[in-house]
């Protein structure tokens, strides 16, 4: 009954492959993003939902491609994997449509390492 | 400038003894400030959070103090326990954009 699962949990990769990591939430809630925890422990916003439409997309290159097929869902595709991509991909949720107002709830975290 | 400055990076106490960790921001119209811990190999979680409107807020041995006039946030963790030990994140929120982290503290507590 995990509140927010994604998956793999490990991914272990060559340069130029692509790759998608997948994320639930069964929290009921409307807003789902993606960070990006890099070897220095620093947590950075990528993408953020909003009951199926993007709401946030920093500065992320274009091989980054989310896709939430419904509001419970939020995948991340990954094209022409490269060896800065590897870090910490965490998917979160959070209640509520106004971003930055509600606490998040933190997926366990898929670790991407790309050779 | 960065939006949230966290310190210290690193912090070691005694078992015991209190930990104090600060955040300064720089978007006066911020008004939600959580803390997250993180231990080794796992996700952040939220340990506690304040809002604008209130100054302090106490849960157990963890409080946070809010300081809007100057800034600043505080987390205080009292009488530490080695589980206690892991990265701790501040966050703010922005007009526009998600929760922005601190760069985080790594706090050791040794027995």
């Known amino acids: 009954d995990t509140a927010v699962s994604q998956t793999p949990k490990y991914l272990v990769t060559q340069m130029g492959n692509d790759k998608s990591i997948k994320c639930e939430q069964n929290l009921g809630h409307d807003t789902m993003y993606w960070y990006k925890q890099d070897s220095k422990k620093f947590l950075k916003i990528m993408f953020s939902?909003?009951?199926?439409?993007?709401?946030i997309n920093e500065t992320v290159p274009n091989r980054f491609s989310p896709k939430s097929p419904d509001k419970a869902h939020l995948n991340l595709h990954i094209n022409s994997l490269e060896l800065g991509d590897s870090a910490v991909y965490f998917c979160a949720s959070s209640q509520g449509a106004r971003l930055g107002n509600s606490p998040l709830h933190f997926g366990n975290g898929t670790r991407l390492t790309v050779t | 400038g960065e939006n949230v400055e966290q310190h210290p990076s690193t912090l070691s106490v005694q078992e015991g003894d209190s930990a104090v960790i600060k955040c300064t921001y720089s978007d006066s119209a911020s008004n939600y400030f959580p803390w997250y811990k993180q231990e080794l190999g796992k996700r952040p979680q939220l340990i506690i959070d304040i809002r604008s409107n209130v100054g302090e807020k106490k849960d157990q041995r963890i409080a946070v103090t809010l300081n809007k006039t100057a800034k600043h946030f505080s987390l205080h963790i009292t009488e530490t326990q080695p589980e206690d030990s892991a990265v701790y994140f501040c966050?703010?929120?922005?007009?526009?954009?998600?929760?922005?982290f601190g760069k985080g503290t790594t706090l050791s507590v040794s027995s």
């Open positions: 939902y909003n009951n199926k439409e993007l709401i």
């Open positions: 966050a703010i929120n922005q007009a526009g954009t998600a929760l922005i």
